[in-house]
C-alpha cells in the first residue's frame, strides 16, 4: 500500500491510500479518483515528504526519557474519532446520509442496479460493492452509478 497526497483543479489537498503506483496510475486513467471536497476528477499527486526510517545505529543509541510537555495550543489535535477538518465532516454526513437513507445491498449491487434500470426491480436508493468491470458495464450501459467516497466497512457475521 502508498498513501499519496493529492490535490485538485481547485487546490484541495487530501491523501489516499492505493495498492501500488500503477493502481494510482490505472485509476486516474479511468476516471475513478476524484477530489474528497468537491469530487473534480482532475486530480494530480502533490508534493509530499517522504516518511523515512532512521538508520539502524540511530534506533539503538540510548533517548531521553523525559517526556515532553504536552502542547496547550489550540492547534494540537483532536481526539482521532473526530472529523479533522471541514471536509472529512462532510464526508461523515454523506456517509450518515447514504447509510440512513439508501438500502445496502452487499455485492449484489451491479445486478439490483441493473434490475431497477430495466425495470424488474422497484427504483430505489441503494448501496453496495461492485468490482471494477462491473461497474464499468453499468456505466457503459447508462446505468447511473458512482463511486461513494469512504469504505463501507459493514461486518459481515
Known amino acids: 500500500m502508498i498513501n499519496y497526497t493529492l490535490k485538485c483543479a481547485n487546490d484541495h ?4 491510500w492505493f495498492q501500488s503506483a500503477d493502481a494510482f496510475d490505472k ?27 532512521p538508520a539502524r545505529s540511530a534506533a539503538t ?8 510537555p504536552a502542547p496547550k495550543t ?5 481526539p482521532l474519532s473526530a472529523p479533522a477538518s471541514p471536509a472529512e465532516q462532510a464526508l ?3 456517509r450518515t446520509h447514504v447509510e440512513a437513507n439508501s438500502d445496502y445491498v452487499g455485492k449484489d449491487f451491479a445486478s439490483e442496479a441493473r434490475a431497477m434500470h430495466d425495470g424488474e426491480a422497484p427504483e430505489r436508493p441503494i448501496y453496495g460493492e461492485a468490482k471494477v468491470e ?10 447511473p452509478v ?12
Open 13 to 16: 489537498r487530501f491523501d489516499s
Open 27 to 53: 485509476l486516474k486513467a479511468a476516471g475513478m479518483v476524484s477530489c474528497a471536497v468537491c469530487g473534480d476528477t482532475h486530480v494530480e499527486k502533490a508534493m509530499m515528504a517522504p516518511r523515512v526510517r
Open 61 to 68: 543509541q540510548p533517548q531521553d526519557t523525559t517526556p515532553a
Open 74 to 78: 489550540p492547534s494540537a489535535p483532536g
Open 92 to 94: 461523515k454526513e454523506l
Open 134 to 143: 462491473e461497474a464499468k458495464a453499468l456505466i457503459d450501459d447508462g446505468v
Open 146 to 157: 458512482a463511486p461513494l467516497p469512504f469504505n463501507i466497512g459493514r461486518k459481515t457475521n
